[in-house]
């Protein structure tokens, strides 16, 4: 099973900050990587696939990076609706997908 | 615009059966794979189950293989999962999600989901 280990754990921020949040995969996966964000009661909302492809409607202060086994989502100036959960996940052992245990952003 | 509305979840005895439902509009349900995924509040996220648009093929988590079974009904538009010999590790938010075009596996909409609590 490829397992996916998001950094850090917790993310402490304040708005309009840049936020860096990572997701390792434990081999290679190409490309086949999405990232979502769910916010509390709310049901996760896909942001990035493919890596660096924004989902519909996503604004552009979104973007995600990487190849192989390390990834990257970073939200350029972050506003206070961004405050969140974080999910990357991997496709490439398809059927079966994965997810990692999140980051949890926070205002600082 | 795309709704997919979960019900079914309620709180069960261990060794028991249920069914949980999603009924689907706004997009051309036919089309598309489904999936259900899992949350226990507070924790992350499991994907437990996904089925091709015509029924033709069915994949489980290993932690449900034999226990669940995916079904989906395309005249009504609904999506299924019957939970068989439920344990208390099962008790999560049931999520299910329609897969983006063009790729099986990414989830572009989600429900908000239906809570099964197993418990005696």
């Known amino acids: 099973e490829i397992v996916l280990t998001q950094s850090p754990a917790t993310l402490s921020l304040s708005p309009g900050e840049r936020a860096t949040l990572s997701c390792r995969a434990s081999q290679s996966i190409s490309t086949s990587l999405a990232w979502y964000q769910q916010t509390p009661g709310q049901a996760p909302r896909l942001l990035i696939y493919g890596a660096s492809k924004r989902a519909t409607g996503i604004p552009a202060r979104f973007s995600g990076s990487g190849s192989g086994t390390d990834f990257t989502l970073t939200i350029s100036s972050l506003e206070p609706e961004d405050f969140a959960v974080y999910y990357c996940q991997q496709r490439d052992s398809w059927p079966s997908i994965t997810f990692g245990q999140g980051t949890r952003l926070e205002i600082k | 615009e795309v709704r997919l509305v979960e019900s079914g979840g309620v709180v069960v005895q261990p060794g028991g059966s249920l069914r949980l439902s999603c009924a689907a509009s706004g997009f051309a349900f036919d089309d598309y794979t489904m999936h259900w995924l899992r949350q226990v509040p507070g924790k992350g996220l499991e994907w437990v189950s996904l089925?091709?648009?015509?029924?033709?093929?069915?994949y489980y988590a290993d932690s449900v293989k034999g226990l669940f079974t995916i079904s989906r009904d395309n005249s009504r538009n609904s999506l299924f999962l019957q939970m068989n010999s439920l344990r208390t590790e099962d008790t999560a938010l049931y999520y299910c999600a329609k897969s983006l075009s063009g790729y099986d596996s990414y989830l572009d909409y989600w429900g908000q989901g239906t809570l099964v609590t197993v418990s005696s």
């Open positions: 089925i091709t648009w015509n029924s033709d093929t069915t």
